[in-house]
Antibody, heavy 118, light 106 residues
Framework: EVQLVESGGDLVQPGGSLRLSCAAS????????MSWVRQAPGKGLEWVAN????????YYVDSVKGRFTISRDNAKNSLYLQMNSLRAEDTAVYYC???????????WGQGTPVTVSS | SYELTQPPSVSVSPGQTADITCSGD??????SCWYQQKPGQSPVLVIY???RRPSGIPERFSGSNSGNTATLTISGTQAMDEADYYC?????????FGGGTKLTVL
């Protein structure tokens, strides 16, 4: 069974840091671009970041540039999102997903909630 | 930055056809995808490459993309199709989502 499982979401104070993880199984992880997508409470989907198969290319939405870092460890079939200088507006459920221009975001995790509040 | 625009809501009677639109500059020149999201669940890909259905997605879901508009069509809409629907496209190496459309089946 193809599966993505996120973890690491928590309640954190403004200005704090958090590291999200996404464990992949049932797919050839190293063959896929991967994404983080978030959804604020009651709001729509917002793409956050992409990373190429070998980690050599990374792209971010403007609102997280300089604060968030996407990375991956293909040997561990894992994707990460390091989030620094967190703001209230970063409060959301964070999903990881496999992504392709040709095939879309075919596999999604169940999401992990991040709450930024004092 | 590239923007995709969807109507906030669409209503349809059971058994009828629902069309959900997504507008963007020259959207028809690139591939579009559609996702279904039910409350408390992760999004599910229902259309990719403008009009292709992943395995397991019912035939009543179809898509088109031309000019500045992509359209998700649900034929013979069922109560289980009530959900939020999001279009998605690429802008260079970044991903763009539409704002989402709440489909109500009543």
């Amino acid at each position: 069974e193809v599966q993505l499982v996120e973890s690491g979401g928590d309640l954190v104070q403004p200005g704090g840091s958090l590291r999200l993880s996404c464990a992949a199984s049932g797919l050839t992880f190293s063959s896929y671009w991967m994404s983080w997508v978030r959804q604020a409470p009651g709001k729509g989907l917002e793409w956050v970041a992409n990373i190429k198969q070998d980690g050599s290319e990374k792209y971010y939405v403007d609102s997280v540039k300089g604060r968030f870092t996407i990375s991956r460890d293909n040997a561990k079939n894992s994707l990460y999102l390091q989030m620094n200088s967190l703001r209230a507006e970063d409060t959301a459920v964070y999903y990881c997903a496999s992504v392709s221009y040709f095939y879309g975001m075919a596999v999604w995790g169940q999401g992990t909630p991040v709450t930024v509040s004092s | 930055s590239y923007e995709l625009t969807q109507p906030p809501s669409v209503s349809v009677s059971p058994g009828q056809t629902a069309d959900i639109t997504c507008s963007g500059d020259k959207l028809g020149d690139i591939y579009s995808c559609w996702y279904q999201q039910k409350p408390g669940q992760s999004p599910v890909l229902v259309i990719y490459q403008n009009n292709r259905r992943p395995s397991g997605i019912p035939e009543r879901f179809s898509g088109s993309n031309s000019g500045n508009t992509a359209t998700l069509t649900i034929s013979g809409t069922q109560a289980m199709d009530e959900a939020d629907y999001y279009c998605q496209a690429w802008d260079s190496n970044t991903v763009v989502f539409g704002g989402g459309t709440k489909l109500t089946v009543l």
